[in-house]
Nanobody
């Protein structure tokens, strides 16, 4: 049974930093694409960042490029999102997600994800 558990959310002032973690279990973590997504109140869910199974291929949403960094530790089955220079518009519920990579590809961005964590709130005040 796949389980994804996020932690590290909270409230911070604009310009501050937070680091999200997601611990995975129930599947072969090192073989799966991983991603962070978020949903703000009244808005659709959007992709924040994705990372390939080995970590070599990384993709970011345009609104977070240069401020957020996704990484993974396959030995610890953990996904991270370092968020710097936070803005009020970064407020939302952040979700960790997983999926198998496409056949013969390490592309993990722009795909539908199959497994989701419960989400964690991030609030940035101005």
């Amino acid at each position: 049974q796949v389980q994804l558990v996020e932690s590290g959310g909270g409230s911070v002032q604009a310009g501050g930093s937070l680091r999200l973690s997601c611990v995975a279990s129930g599947y072969t973590y090192s073989r799966y694409c991983m991603g962070w997504f978020r949903q703000a109140p009244g808005k659709e869910r959007e992709g924040v960042a994705t990372i390939s199974p080995g970590g070599a291929s990384i993709s970011y949403g345009d609104t977070v490029k240069g401020r957020f960094t996704i990484s993974r530790d396959n030995d610890k089955h953990t996904l991270y999102l370092q968020m710097n220079s936070l803005r009020p518009e970064d407020t939302g519920v952040y979700y960790c997600a997983a999926r198998r990579p496409p056949l013969l590809s390490t592309r993990c961005a722009g795909l539908e994800y199959d497994y989701w964590g419960q989400g964690i709130q991030v609030t940035v005040s101005s």
